[in-house]
């Protein structure tokens, strides 16, 4: 018997139809369920086949619980050596090496610094910083944001030189990002599972969360040469961070999608957030995404950084056509009509 454990926070729906899902279709041969942890032993063997994680990225002890987990062979998705070590600023770097459309963004110093670090321990810092060349190239409007922060939060909007200063100066030790707002026509959230199937979402992220309002069910929304893009860009992104569970967004103007978030590894996939269609998509992905991973078990574990952090990509390309795209998202039956969608996030179900 194989055994599958789900580590949660708040979040309900998600995780108890994925249980019931791989429970069904396991019929005894694999079970899932949540994780119970306490103390754990530095040479406990392993309990878990496959681990399933939420919210180890607000929990310190959950990591580093993973992470040895992962050391006696147990499968976890996400990889919790490269979650540790990603941030977005390091993704918006990879993404235009890869090809893919970012906005501007600039990596900003501290505000403040832990106790200990003195006006000595920054003599390789520029100060004062030239705020005129950073806003120079971001131009405004601007979105300021942590730069490996998620889940909409110390992330604002400013319009001026002033109002840049004055939030900089409320973020405290957070290390922050200034991008450049792109003031979209269009806007997605895609789903990728697997680094392989792509499911692309209609969003406006202008609506109150758990509103039901901020996903639409419309298969048509984009282009089909749009479509394709968004998805090879998506495939393209995941593989190369190596994420088997993501969102990734874009904000399209003039054509061209630009991917503002996709360090997601905990996304959303609530019934009330997302709405039924979504919600069953993404609960029926991982199902399959479980039983894939148990089916091509696992290498003896090497003893390694390299080897821990950085596993071979499950794709080393991202081609997709119109009809491969057709054959892996299924359309709802009845399709709502085109809305115009907007800009910045959701709260993800994690915490």
């Not at 949540?34 to 309990?47: F, N, S």
């Not at 998805?231 to 991917?259: M, Q, W």
């Not at 950084?305 to 998202?329: F, H, K, M």
């Amino acid at each position: 018997m194989k055994r599958v454990g789900i580590l949660v926070g708040r979040e309900k729906t998600f995780p108890e139809a994925l249980i019931k899902n791989v429970n069904e279709r396991g019929n005894g041969a694999v079970v899932a369920e949540y994780l119970t942890l306490g103390g754990i032993r530095h040479d406990a063997p392993p309990e878990y086949d496959l681990v399933i994680d939420r919210i180890s990225h607000e929990v310190p002890f959950y990591r580093a619980t993973l992470k040895r987990m992962a050391l006696e062979g147990t499968f976890i998705i996400n990889n919790p050596f490269w979650w540790s070590a990603d941030d977005k600023f390091f993704n918006y770097s990879l993404a235009r090496k890869l090809g893919v459309a970012v906005p501007k963004t600039v990596l900003l110093p501290q505000k403040d610094y832990i106790p200990g670090i003195v006006s000595e321990s920054l003599r390789n810092l520029q100060f004062p910083l030239d705020w005129q060349a950073i806003v120079d190239y971001i131009g405004f409007p601007a979105f300021m944001k942590p730069f490996d922060g998620g889940g909409w939060k110390n992330v604002s909007k400013v319009n001026s030189l002033e109002e840049l200063i004055s939030e900089y100066d409320q973020t405290g030790t957070l290390c922050m990002t200034l991008q450049e707002s792109i003031e979209f026509d269009q806007f997605v959230r895609c789903y990728c599972i697997g680094q392989e199937d792509v499911m692309i979402m209609p969003y406006d992220p202008r609506k109150p969360y758990l509103s039901g309002e901020q996903y639409v069910n419309d298969p048509n929304y984009l282009s089909p040469e749009l479509n394709v893009r968004v998805v090879h860009d998506v495939r393209t992104l995941c593989s190369a961070l190596g994420y088997d569970i993501n969102t990734v967004e874009f904000a399209i103007k003039d054509g061209v999608p630009y991917a503002i978030d996709f360090m997601n590894p905990a996304p959303d996939a609530e019934l009330q957030s997302v709405g039924a269609f979504y919600h069953g998509w993404v609960t029926e992905a991982v199902t399959n995404l479980v039983f894939k991973r148990l089916s091509e078990g696992t290498a003896r574990p090497r003893y390694r950084w390299d080897a821990l952090l950085n596993p071979e990509p499950v794709r080393t390309n991202a081609v997709a056509s119109a009809s491969e795209q057709t054959t892996r998202t299924v359309a709802p039956k009845k399709s709502v009509s085109k809305t115009k969608t907007a800009k910045t996030k959701s709260k993800e179900a994690t915490t």
